[in-house]
């Protein structure tokens, strides 16, 4: 039985969400080598770089709440839009949006790309 582009989203997402939100260190395997990542408007190259910026921001806990997934098949694999909100620590809850452009390896996925922003509103 073939896997639905929307299946395979929320299954990465179940996995990304609950290890960045657990131990974000252990997010290496997810990312391919020469992995791409654009945190709050800052480019981030290769797959050690951004395991080491996501795992040194400041925060202790981080706890993420997905509210919309968007899908679609790429000829490389699977474009996910994600929209949800994080609590940090004692923080007050945050609204973010991420995209992911996960490509197919074998049986396996790894995120190529990935772009991050936190979901403020300046008056």
């Known amino acids: 039985m073939a896997t639905t582009a929307e299946e395979l989203a929320r299954a990465f997402c179940t996995t990304y969400f609950g290890t960045f939100d657990q131990n974000r260190g252990n997010l290496g395997p997810l990312y391919a080598p ?3 990542m654009t945190f709050e408007g800052s480019p981030i190259n290769g797959r050690d770089a951004i395991v080491q910026k996501l795992s040194s921001l400041s925060f202790q806990q981080v706890v993420h709440d997905v509210t919309t997934l968007d899908c679609q098949m ?3 694999g699977l474009l996910i839009f994600v929209v949800g909100q994080l609590k940090t ?3 007050q809850i945050l ?7 996960v490509v197919q390896a074998g049986d396996n ?3 190529s790309n990935d772009i991050f922003r936190l979901t403020l509103h300046h008056n």
């Open 34 to 36: 020469d992995a791409v």
């Open 74 to 76: 790429t000829s490389a």
């Open 89 to 91: 620590d004692s923080d």
């Open 95 to 101: 609204g973010f949006s991420q995209c992911f452009h």
């Open 109 to 111: 996925y790894f995120i």
